[in-house]
């Protein structure tokens, strides 16, 4: 099973700021088959981008991944009031799906 | 627009099974993969359980092998997640989620309790 580390476990930032989460996986991701999801309070989570770097539908150029191999990161490039919220990485290369704990993004 | 509206959800006791269900539309559900991802509360994402488009294949997490099972009926856009022996740990919102791999669009979910 692929575990996968999220750091920090809480990001501290301001409206304006750039925020770079980051996704550890403990064996190579097959394919760079790595995705990001948002979810705040109350809601289901919502796709952000998958395969590493490609953005899903209607989510807005501000967020950005890269990566690969072990290492992924998710980019905010300047924080809106509404993209505060939990973020999460998951890998869907290989059996069994596994997601990481999580990174909550606070003001 | 693509929705997935999941029931069945409810209070049990330990011991005890329910029948979730995970009515589809906005899509053509049978060239779609479709998974079960809970939550338990103040929790992260686990993985439950998954099927493939046909139905041919089923995948389920270590921790409910056994206990639950999955099954879709193409016909009626439908999905279903069986659990049974229900433990305390099993309390959580589940999820019913499209998949691409990744997953794209995902239900409301269904809160399962499960408290004596």
């Known amino acids: 099973e692929i575990v996968l580390t999220q750091s920090p476990g809480t990001l501290s930032l301001s409206p304006g700021e750039r925020a770079t989460l980051s996704c550890r996986a403990s064996?190579?991701?097959?394919?760079?088959?790595l995705a990001w999801y948002q979810q705040k309070p109350g809601q289901a989570p919502r796709l952000l981008i998958y395969g590493a770097s490609s953005r899903a539908t209607g989510i807005p150029d501000r967020f950005s991944g890269s990566g690969s191999g072990t290492d992924f990161t998710l980019t905010i490039s300047r924080l809106e009031p509404e993209d505060f919220a939990v973020y999460y990485c998951q890998q869907y290369g290989g059996l069994p799906r596994t997601f990481g704990g999580g990174t909550k993004v606070e003001v | 627009e693509v929705q997935l509206v999941e029931s069945g959800g409810t209070l049990v006791q330990p011991g005890g099974s329910l029948h979730l269900t995970c009515s589809a539309s906005g899509f053509i559900f049978s060239t779609y993969n479709v998974v079960w991802v809970r939550q338990a509360p103040g929790r992260g994402l686990e993985y439950v359980s998954g099927i493939t488009n046909s139905g041919g294949n089923t995948y389920y997490a270590d921790s409910v092998k056994g206990r639950f099972t999955i099954s879709r009926d193409n016909s009626k856009s439908t999905a279903y997640l069986q659990v049974a022996s229900l433990r305390a740990e099993d309390t959580a919102i589940y999820y019913c989620v499209r998949s691409s791999g990744y997953y794209d669009f995902w239900g409301q979910g269904t809160l399962v309790t499960v408290s004596s």
């Open positions: 064996q190579s991701v097959s394919s760079n088959y």
